[in-house]
């Protein structure tokens, strides 16, 4: 009997360490794992799973960034490649980004929740004209109001107009503007021009962002500064107004 339990406990210690292992639940990162976790359903097209997967890293205190750019975001970029290799097409690249952006709706106030009283600026943001993507661009809003500015969020498909109309507006310290495709890109320079025109540049600095702008792109349309990412959209901000 006691040689049969004996042999039973082995076993089920057996298959357990086994799950364990297989499934990352010691030895790896539990962090990794939703990481993985959040750019397979994305991957997968499965915007429920997205959704509960944002639902648990908020359960978990997870950090809900690290959650966006390195596991929905990175999911989104394996979609954007099969996309331009012709592997996958828009309707599949629509579905995918659905599925980060319902998660979003569900990390986004974590994002902001420390919110600071005093106000550093006030930044008018945007996705420049003929241009829909906003995922990025929301992301860098939400950022940008977690850190303390009053942020007055524009949308996507902006034109250019209604950059300067807005900066008017509410005296913005800083517009700062998103593109995602090579082709709109160029409307960026069409607001610095604008800005320039309204009589506003002198005060009113200038932040871009996007996968295809650069560096060296903001130096050539004369704006202020360029971020690669969230974070780096915060920082470019903070130096931007500090001076
Ligand atoms: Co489109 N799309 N898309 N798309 N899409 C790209 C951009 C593309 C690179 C895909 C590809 O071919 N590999 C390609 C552009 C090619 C090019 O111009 N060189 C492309 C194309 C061609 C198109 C269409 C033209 C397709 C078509 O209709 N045939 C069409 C465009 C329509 C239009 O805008 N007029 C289109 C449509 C779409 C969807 C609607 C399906 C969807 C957008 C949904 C939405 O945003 N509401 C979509 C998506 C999801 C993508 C990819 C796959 C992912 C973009 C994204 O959201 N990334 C994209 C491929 C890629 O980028 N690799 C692609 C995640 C997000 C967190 O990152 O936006 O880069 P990102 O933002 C980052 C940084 O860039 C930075 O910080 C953010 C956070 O880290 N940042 C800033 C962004 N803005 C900033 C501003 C700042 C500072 C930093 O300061 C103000």
């Known amino acids: ?90 309707p599949m ?35 420049v004209e003929g241009d829909i993507h906003d995922i990025g661009k929301s992301i860098v809003a939400a950022m940008l109001t977690a850190n303390g500015f009053a942020v007055y969020d524009l949308g996507s498909d902006t034109p250019t107009a209604k950059f300067i109309e807005k900066a008017r507006e509410v005296d913005a310290d800083l517009v700062g503007m998103s593109a995602l495709l090579t082709t709109t890109m160029t409307k960026m320079a069409e607001v610095v021009d604008a800005l320039k025109q309204a009589g506003l540049r002198g005060k009113v600095k200038v932040l871009i962002g996007g996968a295809p702008v650069s560096k060296a792109w903001a130096e050539k349309i004369g704006a202020d500064a360029y971020a690669e990412d969230a974070i780096a959209a915060v920082d470019a901000a903070k130096k931007l107004l500090s001076k």
Do not use: H
């Not at 799973?49 to 944002?54: D, H, P, S, T, W």
């Not at 629509?94 to 550093?120: D, F, N, W, Y």
């Open 93 to 127: 690249l629509m579905i995918a980004a659905q599925a980060m952006k319902e998660s979003l709706v569900i990390l986004e106030p974590a994002l902001t929740k420390g919110t600071s009283r005093k106000v550093l600026g006030r930044v008018v943001i945007g996705t």
């Open 1 to 90: 009997m006691t040689c049969a339990r004996t042999i039973i406990g082995n076993y089920i210690k057996q298959s357990l360490d086994f799950l364990a292992w297989n499934e990352g639940w010691r030895g790896s990162d539990v962090s990794e794992d939703i990481l993985i976790r959040l750019k397979a359903a994305v991957v997968k097209y499965d915007v429920e799973q997205a959704v509960a997967l944002a639902k648990e890293v908020l359960a978990t205190g997870f950090d809900p960034l690290k959650a966006i750019e390195e596991g929905l975001g990175e999911g989104l970029r394996v979609i954007g490649e099969q996309f331009e290799a012709g592997e996958v097409f828009l």
